[in-house]
């Protein structure tokens, strides 16, 4: 399996301001995911990015308001852009597995706005 | 669309009884099914998968979980609880008709094992 790391692991923003959220993997994957989670709530997939393309956002989900990175295959950033409080989530990264169906989950960074 | 529902919130088991976590999930083609687990302050964690073949599947820590088609279920199985099982488990399924990679993930049961 692979080894996720998050950067940070939270924080605490202001109002309007921008995090940028990190994600490194230890081996080589294809596909990376960004999900959103409230505490103790289901995970939501905010978009899928893939390594030399734009990332593919699901429906409620802007790259304006969350701009994804993807340099090369094991790393990539999450922006989350002009904070209001309703940003304040558990934001996670994952990654596809070698098998192709099962994925892999970062320790999660906890973001609160206020 | 795809979707899947856990229809408990919360389940209670004493310890060295069998715990049962239901889900059920539905798809416009196949699915592939999975189950994650979710201890406090951590990651999620991949317990068990159904992709094709045997209807029962094995994972990790002891679980299983049962495909059943008819029913469109997937729920989760343990024969003896123990405490440290106590956690969030999410349910979640994938359409292979879509061909996508896109996993829907289920609200989400919380398993509380009491000693």
């Known amino acids: 399996s692979a080894v996720i790391s998050q950067k940070p692991s939270r924080d605490i923003c202001q109002r309007g301001t921008s995090l940028t959220i990190q994600c490194q993997v230890d081996?080589?994957?294809?596909?990376m995911f960004w999900y959103r989670q409230q505490p103790g709530q289901s995970l939501t997939l905010i978009a899928t990015?893939?390594?030399?393309?734009?990332?593919?956002?699901e429906s409620g989900f802007v790259i304006d308001k969350f701009p994804i990175s993807r340099p090369n295959l094991t790393f990539s950033t999450l922006t989350v852009s002009n904070m209001s409080p309703e940003d304040s989530s558990i934001y996670l990264c994952s990654v596809g597995s070698s098998t192709g169906y099962e994925q892999y989950f970062g320790p999660g960074t906890r973001l609160t706005v206020t | 669309a795809q979707s899947v529902a856990q229809p408990e919130d919360q389940v209670n088991v004493a310890e060295g009884n069998p715990l049962t976590v239901k889900c059920t999930y539905s798809v416009s083609g196949n699915p592939y099914l999975f189950w994650y687990v979710q201890y406090p302050n951590r990651g999620l964690q991949f317990l068990l998968k159904?992709?094709?073949?045997?209807?029962l599947v094995k994972g990790s820590y002891g679980f299983e979980a049962e495909f059943n088609k008819s029913q469109t279920s997937f729920h989760l199985k343990k024969p003896s609880a123990l405490v440290s099982d106590s956690a969030l488990y999410f349910c979640?399924?994938?359409?292979?008709?879509?061909?996508?990679?896109?996993?829907?993930f289920g609200a989400g049961t919380r398993l509380f094992v009491k000693a």
């Open positions: 979640a399924v994938r359409d292979v008709g879509t061909g996508g990679f896109k996993t829907i």
């Open positions: 159904y992709i094709t073949g045997d209807n």
């Open positions: 081996s080589q994957v294809t596909m």
């Open positions: 990015a893939n390594q030399g393309s734009e990332a593919t956002y």
